[in-house]
């Protein structure tokens, strides 16, 4: 191992390259280039040199470093990946952390309408800069590693970290989805950047309703029990709500809780907390669905 990040060290690779091809922490990487004091190696530059230094382009290495490597201006290495049809485009080169940017083009299952309606909830599409970011409570800190294998990305690309509201600090962990494709679909389909108060039910199959609905009620919903009463809810804008009420076959109704558009749909009795849980979960797995949450249902229905 240590003798392959000398070699990628050698030739101009990053920190986050190594990592990423090695399946190493950053840090891990860091800790060894600094324990065998590794550094890049320059060389002379000869026209027999360029397939080679092509090559390292199409790995990952940097138009830059390998400009520094064999003291060559970085346009050269430009013009020759180039003319072979390799060059990177800006979000390729700023990329680091693959994944399958096309897994939500179309909400055509399950786990992708379950998802969408989490994204819903509690994603920030921040498109002006290729980024979506979600960013959950500590203790849900697997959900997002859930998210991340859904989509093919290193689970390690999930951060813990220490987030601040009001003055106080608490522990939260987020993940953070690089890719113009991805934030560009996403609104497309309607995750737009500020969507809180313009959340519109999503243009899916019916057989997709429970999914997407869970997902929105991981999200930004609630179950909660006060002595042996249950009641169940989500918070989103009436447009939304009308919609997810015409296709559950439970008596719910919608309040204002805003002076914006925000309401609160929302059901109490434990028949009817029970019936709606049951149509919620009833076709779920592990994978689609929060943890903390999932086990409040299995309360109720041992209650």
Request: charged share 30%; net charge positive; glycine share 4%.
């Amino acid at each position: 191992m240590e003798f392959v990040i000398k070699y990628m060290v050698e030739n101009g690779y990053s920190v986050s390259k190594i990592a990423f091809k090695l399946k190493k922490t950053k840090q891990e990487v860091k800790d060894i280039i600094q324990r065998n004091e590794y550094v890049l190696i320059k060389e002379s530059f000869d026209e027999g040199k360029i397939d080679y230094i092509c090559n390292l382009y199409k790995m990952g290495v940097s138009a830059k470093k390998l400009g520094e490597k064999y003291s060559i201006d970085k346009r050269r290495v430009q013009r020759w990946v180039n003319e072979r049809g390799n060059l990177r485009t800006l979000e390729d080169s700023h990329r680091v952390k693959f994944f399958n940017y096309h897994k939500m083009d179309e909400i055509d299952s399950a786990s992708k309408a379950y998802w969408f309606g989490f994204f819903m909830a509690d994603a920030y599409n921040a498109d002006f800069i290729n980024t979506f970011i979600i960013s959950l409570k500590e203790e849900d800190y697997g959900h997002l590693v859930k998210l991340a294998n859904f989509i093919d990305l290193d689970a390690n690309s999930v951060k813990r970290y220490m987030a601040e509201s009001s003055g106080k600090k608490y522990p939260a962990c987020k993940l953070r989805i690089y890719s113009k494709h991805f934030c560009h679909n996403m609104t497309k389909l309607g995750c737009v950047r500020a969507k809180s108060l313009i959340v519109k039910y999503p243009d899916i199959l019916n057989k997709y309703d429970s999914h997407f609905i869970r997902g929105l009620f991981d999200g930004d919903g609630c179950l909660t029990r006060s002595g042996r009463e249950w009641k169940w809810s989500i918070v989103s804008t009436k447009e939304c709500l009308s919609e997810i009420k015409t296709r559950v076959n439970v008596d719910l109704n919608i309040s204002k809780i805003s002076d914006k558009n925000t309401y609160v749909l929302i059901t109490g009795g434990n028949r009817k907390v029970k019936k709606i849980c049951e149509w919620m979960y009833e076709e779920s797995d592990e994978l689609i669905r929060l943890d903390r949450k999932y086990e409040k249902y299995l309360k109720l229905k041992t209650q």
